[in-house]
C-alpha cells in the first residue's frame, strides 16, 4: 500500500468523472490518496489560483511521511505561470530525507526539469491521475512499467526500435518536446552533457515537431548529447499539403542533421500505453536488429 498525495499545477480537469474513477482505482488497490479537495478546483481554464497551484508544489516541501507518491492529476498549460514562485530549494531540502517520488508528464515537464536543472532532484516521467489512472479502461502494460519504475533501483524497459546500431550510457532527461524547448534560455532547462534525451508530444504537426527538434540542434543542446529517444508523437497526423511528409520522413530528415542515434517507437507520451522514466536516473541505451533497450538505475525508489 502506498501514499499518493495529489497536485494540480497545471490546467482544470475537464474530465471530473475520470479523476474520480482513478482515485476510486488506487483506493480500491489498498492505496491512500490525499489532497483530493484540489480536484474540482477552477479559474478559468486553470485547476485554481495561482496561489493555489504554487502551493500544491510549495507544500510539498514539508510533507511528512515516507513512500509519497505526488501524482500530477492532469497536464494542460499552467505550470510556466509558477516556476519564478516554486521554493525549488525546499523541494531539494525534502528530497534529501525520504524523496518524494513525484509522477506527472506533459505540463508538469517544466517542474519536473526546473527539479533537475537547480537541484538534480530525480521525479519519473509517466502517468497522471486523470488521463491514466481515470481512464475507461486501466492499461495493464502502463501500470506494470509504472510499479515497475517506483519499486526497483534498477530496471529496463524493451521496445521495437528504430535507428541505427548503438550502445551508449549517460543521464537520462527530457520529456515533453514543446515544454523543454519553452524553457531553452531560461534557469530551468538542465545543461547535460552526455545524456540520453528522451521526447514526447502530443497534437503537433510534423513539421513543428521538427522545428522544435531543429531548435534544441541550433541551439546545441542536441549535439551535447550521446543518443536521443522519441516517444509517441500524438495526434500529428499529416494532410493533403504534406504530399508524403510525415513524422517517419521527418524523424528520416533529423538523423541526416546530426550526428548522433535518433532511436524512435518508445512507448512513452500521451498514449494509453506508457512506460515511466526517472528524469535524471542513469540510463543505458542500446539498440540492435533485435530490439531496444533502456536501462536506469540511480533513481528513489518505494522503501519495504
Known sequence: MSQFHLVAPSGYCINQDA??????RLE?????????TIIPRRLQRFAGTEQQRVADINDLATLEG??????????????SRLLDAIDWDGLARRQQQDPLLICGHSDFTVIQLGLLALHNVITFSGPMLAGNFGAPELNAFTEEHFWRALQNSTFSVEWQGDGPACE????????????????IGTPWLPKVDNGILVLEDINEHPFRVERML?????????????????????????????AGYTLETMIDYLR??????VISGLAFGHEQ????????????LSHSQAGSRLTLSGHPVLKA
Open 273 to 284: 500505453q506508457t512506460v515511466t522514466l526517472p528524469l535524471g536516473a542513469q540510463a543505458t
Open 19 to 24: 479523476a474520480r474513477l482513478g482515485v476510486q
Open 214 to 242: 531543429l531548435q534544441l540542434k541550433h541551439a546545441g543542446i542536441l549535439d551535447r548529447q550521446r543518443a536521443v529517444v522519441l516517444g509517441s508523437f500524438s495526434g500529428a497526423t499529416p494532410n493533403d499539403y504534406d
Open 168 to 183: 551508449t550510457q549517460g543521464q537520462l532527461w527530457g520529456g515533453n518536446l514543446a515544454m523543454l524547448v519553452s524553457l
Open 28 to 36: 480500491a488497490s489498498g492505496h491512500r490518496v490525499a489532497h483530493q
Open 66 to 79: 515516507k513512500n509519497q507518491i505526488i501524482l500530477a492529476v492532469r497536464g494542460g498549460y499552467g505550470a
Open 256 to 261: 541526416t542533421r546530426v550526428d548522433i542515434p
